[in-house]
């Protein structure tokens, strides 16, 4: 019956209404008996029916935004009365145009076909009550007083229909706009998901790749504590060194996530060799080819997607290897770069366990328009991925 509507909104669309009710019933006295003021005192049950009908009419346009259902109700017993009281067309009742714009712009979808219906009704209605209620054509022949009906129907439609057209204009300007608020919002809800997918990739891979780095570590300085203290004294820095490192980066991760901000500085290639570093003290041999070089400065986000593809493949040889060597290839061609990581497998590839992130690399590359594909081939785990260098790349590096 009602819809939300603000207390400043009703209290001027009431004070605007009452001043509309106060100008109007004067004038419709007024054009109620034109040629002889003095007849208007002589009537005192006409003045009433106007007061009423004013009062009735005017009452509907001060709730016309609030309930627009029960302001079309009101106007039409208010134009009821004033028709049952043998009284033309006034001035008060361009309130009823109010109303059918309010139905049109803000009535529910009952009330705004509701209002169509009345501006065809009422059309027909008034011509025919002007007709034969007032005598607008009187001495016409039933042929032209039938086509007289009709035209007036037609201007009575075309006028009552004016204002609900123009609601109908502002209901969809109002409609446009939600649609536009909520694909605005819709639009920030992906960007927010897509940032909080993006830190928990990169969340796995500081993290993962950390905690293999330590875990082997501190293998290594278990079994050498007894007989090489010396070496496991180093080997404990270099764990502690790349905790604080990880650390670090969660807590970089975390303050984005917490406060939005920018992106933090990331892995570029120049940070491979203290990657292949870590991978070199967790107990692997990275055997490192590059062929061709990159020839100019790659991508910010080309660079990132191969340390971070780079980073995975290498903890998964960490984590899930034998052991021993791991190949790295890189080639850098103008247009794309070609990578591929080859490690022995070890018991947990027999047992299907290898490949945890593998979706993640994927990502990787998808996120600026390359390939990847990950999977054993006789007794080594390979890692294949094709990475584009172009203005994709520079423009998915926001995102990646």
């Known amino acids: 019956m009602t819809r939300p509507l603000s207390r400043a909104s009703l209290v001027l669309d009431i004070v605007g209404a009452f001043v509309l009710f106060a100008l109007a019933v004067p004038v419709s006295l007024v054009f109620y008996a034109p040629n002889n003021l003095s007849t208007i005192a002589e009537e005192p049950v006409s003045i009433?029916?106007?007061?009423?009908?004013?009062?009735?009419?005017?009452?509907?346009?001060?709730?016309?935004?609030?309930?627009?259902?029960?302001?079309?109700?009101?106007?039409?017993?208010?134009?009821?009365?004033?028709?049952?009281?043998?009284?033309?067309?006034?001035?008060?009742?361009?309130?009823?145009?109010?109303?059918?714009?309010?139905?049109?712009?803000?009535?529910?979808?009952?009330?705004?076909?509701?209002?169509?219906?009345?501006?065809?009704?009422?059309?027909?209605v008034a011509s025919a009550y002007m007709v034969f209620a007032n005598g607008l054509l009187a001495g016409v022949s039933a042929l032209s007083t039938a086509v007289n009906i009709v035209l007036f129907s037609i201007i009575g439609v075309l006028v009552l229909g004016a204002?609900?057209?123009?609601?109908?204009?502002?209901?969809?300007?109002?409609?446009?706009?939600?649609?536009?608020?909520?694909?605005?919002?819709?639009?920030?809800?992906?960007?927010?998901?897509?940032?909080?997918?993006?830190?928990?990739?990169?969340?796995?891979?500081?993290?993962?790749?950390?905690?293999?780095?330590?875990?082997?570590?501190?293998?290594?300085?278990?079994?050498?504590?007894?007989?090489?203290?010396?070496?496991?004294?180093?080997?404990?820095?270099?764990?502690?060194?790349?905790?604080?490192?990880?650390?670090?980066?969660?807590?970089?991760?975390?303050?984005?996530?917490?406060h939005r901000q920018g992106d933090g500085p990331q892995p570029t290639i120049a940070d491979l060799e203290q990657l292949f570093e870590h991978v070199r003290q967790a107990g692997l041999e990275p055997r490192i080819t590059v062929d061709p070089v990159p020839p100019g400065e790659p991508p910010a986000a080309v660079q990132l997607a191969v340390y971070r593809v780079l980073?995975?493949?290498?903890?998964?040889?960490?984590?899930?290897?034998?052991?021993?060597?791991?190949?790295?290839?890189?080639?850098?061609?103008?247009?794309?770069?070609?990578?591929?990581?080859?490690?022995?497998?070890?018991?947990?590839?027999?047992?299907?366990s290898v490949g945890h992130g593998l979706v993640g690399m994927r990502e990787r590359a998808q996120l600026i328009g390359g390939s990847l594909t990950a999977a054993r081939e006789g007794q080594e785990f390979v890692v294949r991925g094709t990475l584009p260098i172009g203005n994709g790349s520079s423009v998915s590096g926001g995102v990646a």
Do not use: K
């Open 163 to 258: 204002p609900w057209l123009g609601g109908f204009g502002w209901r969809m300007v109002l409609r446009w706009r939600t649609t536009r608020a909520a694909q605005a919002l819709a639009e920030v809800t992906a960007a927010e998901e897509q940032e909080r997918v993006r830190i928990a990739r990169d969340m796995h891979d500081v993290v993962a790749h950390s905690l293999a780095v330590i875990v082997a570590q501190s293998d290594g300085a278990r079994y050498a504590a007894a007989s090489s203290p010396e070496i496991a004294i180093e080997t404990l820095g270099t764990v502690s060194q790349t905790a604080r490192a990880a650390l670090s980066d969660v807590r970089m991760l975390l303050s984005q996530l917490r």
């Open 48 to 124: 009433t029916v106007v007061v009423v009908a004013g009062l009735l009419q005017f009452g509907a346009v001060a709730i016309g935004r609030l309930a627009p259902g029960v302001a079309l109700g009101v106007v039409w017993v208010g134009a009821l009365v004033q028709m049952a009281a043998g009284l033309g067309p006034l001035p008060i009742n361009m309130a009823i145009l109010g109303v059918l714009y309010a139905t049109a712009a803000w009535g529910a979808t009952r009330t705004f076909w509701a209002g169509l219906a009345s501006v065809l009704v009422g059309g027909v």
């Open 311 to 352: 980073q995975e493949a290498l903890t998964n040889a960490i984590r899930h290897g034998s052991g021993g060597i791991v190949d790295v290839h890189l080639a850098w061609m103008p247009d794309r770069v070609e990578l591929e990581v080859r490690n022995p497998t070890g018991a947990s590839a027999a047992s299907g």
